[in-house]
C-alpha cells in the first residue's frame, strides 16, 4: 500500500493568513492526487483532484500543486469557514490511502 | 444534483454482519464507481472498496474476506456487508460517488453512518 504523510499535523493560523500543507507519498503517485476538506460532524468535501484542479463550486484561494511524492495544497487567504480539517488522498494505485489529516485552527 | 441517503443498523454485538445501504437520488448509475469509505479515531479515513455499473469490485485487502458490496441500479442504491465484525469496526461509515474518469476522486458523499459494535 501507498502510505500517505501530511504536514503539519496541525496548524495554527489566523484569517488572512496563507497557508501551505504538505501531503509526501511513499513512492511516486505522479498527480493522482486529491484534496478534502471536512469539518466537525460532517462528510469530507472534495476540494482538489488531480493535484490541482478546482472542484467545482470550490473557491478559488484554494489551490494544488506538485507532483511525484511530495505534493501541496495552499490556501491563499484564510476566511473563517476554512478552519477544518484536511486531508490528502492518493489515487495512483488501489487500495486508495488517505493521509493521516492537517486540523488546521484559528490562532 | 446527486444526493446519497445512508441507512442501515448503528449498533452491532462482535461476530453480526453490518448492513449499510446508500440510495442514489438524482443521478445516473452509468459512468461512475460507487465506493465505502470508513473513519474510526484510531484508524484515520479508510477505503475499503467499490463496484462498478457492471457489478465489478474492488476491495482493500485489508478487508477482502470480510467485505462484500453490491449494486442494485432497479432501486438506485448499493450496498455494504461487513461480516464477523468486531470492536475495531466501530467508525463512521461513508458511502461516496467516484466519476469514472482519468482522476479517482470522491466527489459526493453521503452522510455518514455511525457504526459501534459493543457487545
Known amino acids: 500500500d501507498i502510505q500517505m504523510t501530511q504536514s503539519p499535523s496541525s496548524l495554527s493560523a489566523s484569517i488572512g493568513d496563507r497557508v501551505t500543507i504538505t501531503c509526501r507519498a511513499s513512492?511516486?503517485?505522479?498527480?493522482?492526487l486529491n484534496w478534502y476538506q471536512q469539518r466537525p460532524g460532517k462528510a469530507p468535501k472534495l476540494l482538489i483532484y488531480?493535484?490541482?484542479s478546482l472542484q467545482s463550486g470550490v473557491p478559488s484561494r484554494f489551490s494544488g500543486s506538485g507532483s511525484g511524492t511530495e505534493l501541496t495544497l495552499t490556501i491563499s487567504s484564510l476566511e473563517a469557514e476554512d478552519f477544518a480539517t484536511y486531508y490528502c488522498q492518493q489515487s495512483y494505485s488501489s487500495p486508495r490511502t488517505f493521509g493521516q489529516g492537517t486540523k488546521l485552527e484559528i490562532k | 444534483q446527486v444526493q446519497l441517503q445512508q441507512w442501515g443498523a448503528g449498533l452491532l454485538k462482535p461476530s453480526e454482519t453490518l448492513s449499510l445501504t446508500c440510495d442514489v437520488h438524482g443521478g445516473s448509475f452509468s459512468g461512475y464507481f460507487w465506493s465505502w469509505i470508513r473513519q474510526s479515531p484510531g484508524q484515520g479515513l479508510e477505503w475499503m472498496g467499490e463496484i462498478n455499473q457492471s457489478g465489478s469490485t474492488n476491495y482493500n485487502p485489508s478487508l477482502k474476506s470480510r467485505v462484500a458490496i453490491s449494486l442494485d441500479m432497479s432501486k438506485s442504491q448499493f450496498s455494504l456487508n461487513l461480516s464477523s465484525v468486531t470492536a475495531a469496526d466501530t467508525a463512521v461509515y461513508y458511502c461516496?460517488?467516484?466519476?469514472?474518469?482519468?482522476?479517482?476522486?470522491?466527489?459526493?458523499w453521503g452522510e455518514g453512518t455511525t457504526v459501534i459494535v459493543s457487545s
Open positions: 513512492q511516486s503517485i505522479s498527480r493522482f
Open positions: 461516496a460517488r467516484v466519476p469514472a474518469s482519468f482522476y479517482y476522486y470522491m466527489d459526493v
Open positions: 488531480g493535484a490541482s
